[in-house]
């Protein structure tokens, strides 16, 4: 079989300097932001809907861990969190808040940086129309 190759953007990330735990992503995957409004209505449904019931945590752990590879469009979670659940308070937030927040600081220099290196070849293209 042949093989079509080509730079998709991937990257392996260590999460917290730990050479077990590495995930891959793509960093300059602009769709994030679509899927995380999409998704972020059913979290808070769920919440609201079971808000006092014991199991609440076991599911809002099971559907924030399918939230959080669906946003970042990779099976994320379990390298990321392991059996601790996700809503576990870290710093004043929730780890998959931490997560998330790490994850949105490391994308920008790396969006910045493929725009960059994008610019002068759209540029020649955009000096040709504006003739």
């Known amino acids: 079989m042949q093989s079509l190759h080509f730079d998709d953007g991937l990257k392996r990330l260590v999460i ?8 891959v992503v793509n ?17 808070e449904k769920l919440s609201a809907e079971n808000g006092n019931s014991e199991e609440i ?11 959080v590879d669906y946003i970042i ?30 994850y949105m600081e490391y994308m920008k220099p790396e969006i910045k940086a493929e725009y960059e290196r994008s610019k002068s070849r759209v540029e020649k293209y955009t000096k040709q129309l504006a003739k």
């Open 16 to 23: 917290n300097g730990d050479e077990n735990r590495v995930i």
């Open 57 to 67: 945590p076991d599911i809002l752990d099971k559907k924030v861990r399918e939230f």
């Open 73 to 102: 469009g990779s099976p994320v979670s379990e390298t990321v969190f392991g059996k601790t659940n996700c809503l576990s308070m870290a710093g004043g937030q929730t780890i998959f808040e931490n997560f998330l927040t790490a």
């Open 27 to 43: 960093p300059t995957d602009v769709g994030i932001v679509a899927r995380y409004k999409e998704k972020l209505p059913e979290i």
